[in-house]
T-cell receptor, first 114, second 111 residues
Framework: DAGVIQSPRHEVTEMGQEVTLRCKPI?????LFWYRQTMMRGLELLIY????????DSGMPEDRFSAKMPNASFSTLKIQPSEPRDSAVYFC???FGQGPYEQYFGPGTRLTVT | GENVEQHPSTLSVQEGDSAVIKCTYS??????FPWYKQELGKGPQLIID?????GEKKDQRIAVTLNKTAKHFSLHITETQPEDSAVYFC??????????FGKGTKLSVIP
């Protein structure tokens, strides 16, 4: 398996622009997680899905952030409008809910908002 | 919710020495404790995990211990090598499928 795939790997955008991050989980995994990593706050869970349904979005910082999972093999995290404080590395991870529960992380998308 | 504290934030050891990283958690219902290694420019990768019904687990040079009473768990790396240099994260899970991560420890192994 190719593992969790994320695109793009790097994104540089100007404040106010819309940003869309993409994730393809490992085939067969039924849980998908979006994390944000910064030096100040570490690794934070933003939202997670089970069988394409959002279960907990309490980590989403504000209404500018939205996430969708239209099918089992694709998810997006959108920021509209983007702000400089959104600059971070965004990770997608997936796992199989019936065990062994390990979360497999993608390589991440480094977002820079100028 | 769960809160995970990790110490130290940075750790330097000589090649061949041992390294120990410690974490504490707040939710007594937590039952799964993984450790992740993150190399520069990559996503975290699971290196070892332990469940609450086990006190210790080993995998070659890596071991994890769990003290449920004190609510702390530790990662032990023996005979450290330069390729062990990375950021290590502990995490805890209580019931749901989401993990709460510590802030990370940057380990540097000096040749």
């Amino acid at each position: 398996d190719a593992g969790v795939i994320q695109s793009p790997r790097h994104e540089v955008t100007e404040m106010g622009q819309e940003v869309t991050l993409r994730c393809k989980p490992i085939s067969g995994h039924d849980y998908l997680f979006w994390y944000r990593q910064t030096m100040m706050r570490g690794l934070e869970l933003l939202i997670y899905f089970n069988n394409n349904v959002p279960i907990d979005d309490s980590g989403m910082p504000e209404d500018r952030f939205s996430a969708k999972m239209p099918n089992a093999s694709f998810s997006t995290l959108k920021i509209q409008p983007s702000e400089p404080r959104d600059s971070a590395v965004y990770f997608c991870a997936s796992s199989f809910g019936q065990g062994p529960y390990e979360q497999y992380f993608g390589p991440g998308t480094r977002l820079t908002v100028t | 919710g769960e809160n995970v504290e990790q110490h130290p934030s940075t750790l330097s050891v000589q090649e061949g020495d041992s390294a120990v990283i410690k974490c504490t958690y707040s939710d007594s219902a937590s039952n799964y404790f993984p450790w992740y290694k993150q190399e520069l420019g990559k996503g975290p990768q699971l290196i070892i995990d332990i469940r609450s019904n086990v006190g210790e687990k080993k995998d070659q040079r890596i071991a994890v211990t769990l003290n449920k009473t004190a609510k702390h768990f530790s990662l032990h790396i023996t005979e450290t090598q330069p390729e062990d240099s990375a950021v290590y994260f502990c995490a805890a899970r209580a019931g749901s499928y989401q993990l709460t991560f510590g802030k990370g420890t940057k380990l540097s192994v000096i040749p």
